[in-house]
C-alpha cells in the first residue's frame, strides 16, 4: 500500500495560538515522526511525504530557513530510528538548488539506509510533480517505445526517486484545501483522496487509523464494474 500525504496547517495551527509560524513547524515536525512510525506499524509498504514544494520558495525567507533546518534535523535525528525500524528514507524532488550540507545528509540518510526492506519513507523536497513529468518527457523525447513502465521509470529518475514508486492508493490531505498542489499527479491518477479539516500538528495515530478505515470502505473499481453490480449484469 502506498499513502501519500500532504502535510498543511502548521502556519494556521500556529497562528490560532498566537505563536510564530516557526512553532507550528516544529509541532508539525513531531507530528511527522509519530505518524511515520504508526505507518511502520501498520504495515505501509510506501509513505510519501509532501514537505517542501517547489512553490514554497515563495514564502518569506526566514520561513524557508527554518524549513530546512527542521528537515536537517529530523534526518540527523531520526535516520538512526529509521535504520532499527527497517524504514528505508529518499528524498525526491529537485536537488539542485539546495544547500551542499544537506545534499550530502540526504545523501548519507538514503546510503545509510539502502538496505533496509521494511517501509519506504519518501521526503518531497523541492518537489513539483509538473516538473518532475516535463524533465521525464525531455529524457524520452528521443525514444518511439515508450511505455507506462518506461515513462515511470524516467520519472522516477527525474525524482531522484530510488525506486519507480507504486501508485499511490490512498493520498491524504490535512488543512481542509481539496487540491493536490502539484504533488504526484502520474502517481495519483487512481488514488482515493481524503481531505481532512484536521491541521498536521493535530493529525494522530486515531485520526490516521480513520483514514484507513474509511480507506478499507471504499469500492475501488479502476474503470470496472462491481461485483454485486456485474452479477446483476449476469443475471440480467
Not at 499513502?3 to 496547517?9: F, N, Q, R, T, V
Not at 511515520?36 to 501498520?42: D, H, L, P, S, W
Not at 529509521?82 to 544547500?99: F, K, M, P, T, Y
Amino acid at each position: 500500500m502506498h499513502i501519500a500525504i500532504i502535510m498543511d496547517g502548521n502556519g494556521r495551527w500556529a497562528s490560532r495560538r498566537r505563536l510564530p509560524r516557526s512553532a507550528g513547524h516544529r509541532a508539525g515536525a513531531k507530528t511527522v515522526s509519530a505518524i511515520v512510525e504508526a505507518a511502520a506499524r501498520r504495515g505501509v509498504d510506501t509513505l510519501s511525504l509532501y514537505a517542501f514544494s517547489a512553490a514554497n520558495w515563495q514564502r518569506p525567507k526566514a520561513e524557508v530557513s527554518a524549513l530546512f533546518a527542521l528537515l536537517r534535523r529530523y534526518l540527523l535525528s531520526q535516520t538512526q530510528r529509521c535504520l532499527e525500524q527497517a524504514i528505508r528514507i529518499n528524498v525526491i524532488g529537485r536537488r539542485d538548488r539546495l544547500s551542499p550540507t544537506l545534499r550530502d545528509l540526504i545523501e548519507q540518510s538514503e546510503a545509510v539506509t539502502a538496505h533496509c526492506t521494511g517501509m519506504l519513507l519518501r521526503i518531497a523536497v523541492d518537489y513539483s510533480a509538473q516538473h518532475s513529468l516535463m524533465a521525464a518527457c525531455r529524457r524520452l523525447q528521443a525514444h518511439d517505445d515508450v511505455d507506462r513502465v518506461r515513462f515511470g521509470a524516467e520519472l522516477a529518475a527525474a525524482d531522484h526517486s530510488v525506486i519507480a514508486a507504486p501508485d499511490v492508493d490512498l493520498l491524504i490531505r490535512t488543512g481542509g484545501e481539496q487540491r493536490l498542489s502539484d504533488f504526484l499527479l502520474w502517481e495519483c491518477a487512481y488514488a482515493e483522496l481524503s481531505f481532512l479539516p484536521t491541521l498536521w500538528p493535530d493529525f494522530d495515530d486515531k485520526a490516521f487509523d480513520q483514514c484507513l478505515q474509511d480507506f478499507a470502505a471504499r469500492d475501488r473499481r479502476f474503470g470496472r464494474i462491481s461485483s454485486a453490480d456485474a452479477k446483476q449484469v449476469s443475471h440480467g
